[in-house]
């Protein structure tokens, strides 16, 4: 016991309340059945990355430079699904603080198992072709491929700066905020890893979309079924909150469902040529990146989708001009505290 603490449970019959946030007392309250019904789902369809078809897997059949190409695609992914364990278990961790119902705190347990599942994808598949355990050390074997690791440095310094704002941002905000963030990235990742299993000839990737996508579709109506029972009453500061957000998402996610804007990633001159010259090439080698015009199609389609949801509670949609949307004009976004996630 703390040299600080006094003793007090023989001065009372009962102790006072826990000051709070804290995540006591608890308590098993459920209340919202579609999440019992999701987190049935996510017992069912858990998935292990290390049990897919990697036999069927053989490096040798891709030159280096498609290797380094597809590779630095699950670095990019990485970015986000790299952070996404974290980001999801300091949101699970708040989902025990504000006393949620006990099948919200499992299903972001299982959202938190699922991404870990994710980065865990992109690692295996990144050791594998680089046959090296980090993008940023291994030896790059073409001019490509130097160009490329040079490309992943920066992503990875971008990503640091999204960490820290994400570490500000939660506690400063309700749990509605976050789901919303939240949903814009599961939205978008659904459709590109539905899109990317059609395409793709490799076996091992294309069961591994297929898994994925399968996951973030689940994540996706967790976010909608709270959605559905907390915006009907969501607080008027909240609802300017969820606009900034939004654009912030948009601005943040761009890097891995479109192009990285600069008013969030600070990257070289040469950054999204090097980029685009990779993709081209992971194309022709089978593995399927929806080329510039079908990822701003499938970012519009998306934004649209999710300016469906927040249209239903009144929540203005900011505009979106990279992708052809009008809306609310957000001005001062702040990108040192972003909550999006992929």
Same mark, same amino acid.
């Given at each position: 016991?703390?040299?600080?603490?006094?003793?007090?449970?023989?001065?009372?019959?009962?102790? #006072?309340?826990?000051?709070? #946030?804290?995540?006591?007392? $608890?308590?098993?309250? =459920?209340? /919202?059945?579609?999440?019992?019904?999701?987190?049935?789902?996510?017992?069912?369809?858990?998935?292990?990355?290390?049990?897919?078809?990697?036999? =069927?897997? *053989?490096?040798?059949?891709? =030159?280096?430079?498609?290797?380094?190409?597809?590779?630095?695609?699950?670095?990019?992914?990485?970015?986000? *699904?790299?952070?996404? #364990? #974290?980001?999801?278990? %300091?949101?699970?961790?708040? /989902?025990?603080?504000?006393?949620?119902?006990?099948?919200?705190?499992?299903?972001?347990?299982?959202? /938190?198992?699922?991404?870990?599942?994710?980065?865990? +994808?992109?690692?295996?598949?990144?050791?594998?072709?680089?046959?090296? *355990? &980090?993008?940023?050390?291994?030896?790059?074997?073409?001019?490509?491929?130097?160009?490329?690791?040079?490309?992943? %440095?920066?992503?990875?310094?971008?990503?640091?700066?999204?960490? *820290?704002?994400?570490?500000?941002?939660?506690?400063?905000?309700?749990?509605?905020?976050?789901? &919303?963030?939240?949903?814009?990235?599961?939205?978008?990742?659904?459709?590109?890893?539905?899109? +990317?299993?059609?395409?793709?000839?490799?076996?091992?990737?294309?069961?591994?979309?297929?898994?994925? @996508?399968?996951?973030? @579709?689940?994540? +996706?109506?967790?976010? +909608? =079924?709270?959605?559905?029972?907390?915006?009907? %009453? $969501?607080?008027?500061?909240?609802?300017?909150?969820?606009?900034?957000?939004?654009?912030? @998402?948009?601005?943040?996610?761009?890097?891995? $469902?479109?192009?990285?804007?600069?008013?969030?990633?600070?990257?070289?001159?040469?950054?999204?040529?090097?980029?685009?010259?990779?993709?081209?090439?992971? !194309?022709?080698? @089978?593995? %399927?990146?929806?080329?510039?015009?079908?990822?701003?199609?499938?970012? !519009?389609?998306?934004?649209?989708?999710?300016?469906?949801?927040?249209?239903?509670?009144?929540?203005?949609?900011?505009?979106?001009?990279?992708?052809?949307?009008?809306?609310?004009?957000?001005?001062?976004?702040?990108?040192?505290?972003?909550?999006?996630?992929?």
């Amino acid at each position: 016991m703390s040299k600080d603490y006094a003793p007090i449970a023989n001065t009372m019959e009962l102790p #006072p309340a826990t000051p709070q #946030p804290n995540v006591y007392p $608890l308590s098993w309250v =459920s209340q /919202t059945k579609k999440l019992e019904e999701v987190y049935a789902a996510a017992q069912r369809e858990n998935w292990d990355p290390a049990k897919l078809p990697w036999d =069927s897997f *053989d490096v040798s059949r891709y =030159s280096w430079e498609e290797r380094e190409a597809i590779a630095y695609w699950w670095t990019i992914l990485s970015v986000f *699904d790299a952070s996404a #364990p #974290p980001v999801f278990a %300091h949101a699970l961790i708040k /989902t025990y603080e504000v006393h949620e119902e006990d099948p919200v705190r499992r299903c972001f347990f299982s959202v /938190t198992r699922d991404e870990q599942n994710h980065e865990q +994808m992109c690692g295996l598949a990144i050791t594998k072709l680089l046959e090296a *355990d &980090s993008p940023l050390t291994y030896e790059p074997k073409t001019d490509l491929g130097r160009r490329l690791q040079k490309n992943a %440095h920066w992503l990875y310094y971008n990503g640091g700066r999204y960490w *820290d704002g994400y570490k500000k941002a939660v506690p400063k905000y309700s749990l509605a905020v976050l789901f &919303s963030s939240f949903l814009m990235g599961e939205i978008a990742a659904a459709t590109i890893f539905h899109q +990317m299993a059609a395409g793709c000839t490799e076996p091992v990737f294309k069961e591994a979309f297929r898994n994925i @996508g399968r996951d973030e @579709g689940r994540h +996706m109506a967790i976010c +909608m =079924s709270v959605m559905e029972r907390d915006y009907p %009453h $969501l607080a008027v500061e909240d609802k300017s909150v969820i606009t900034k957000q939004i654009r912030a @998402g948009y601005l943040f996610l761009s890097a891995v $469902l479109f192009e990285p804007p600069p008013q969030f990633w600070d990257l070289p001159d040469d950054f999204i040529a090097t980029q685009r010259e990779a993709e081209a090439i992971a !194309r022709n080698a @089978g593995f %399927h990146i929806p080329d510039y015009e079908a990822k701003k199609e499938n970012w !519009r389609n998306a934004m649209l989708n999710l300016k469906g949801v927040l249209d239903r509670y009144g929540i203005p949609f900011p505009a979106i001009p990279e992708v052809g949307i009008t809306g609310e004009e957000v001005r001062d976004v702040d990108m040192d505290e972003i909550i999006p996630v992929f």
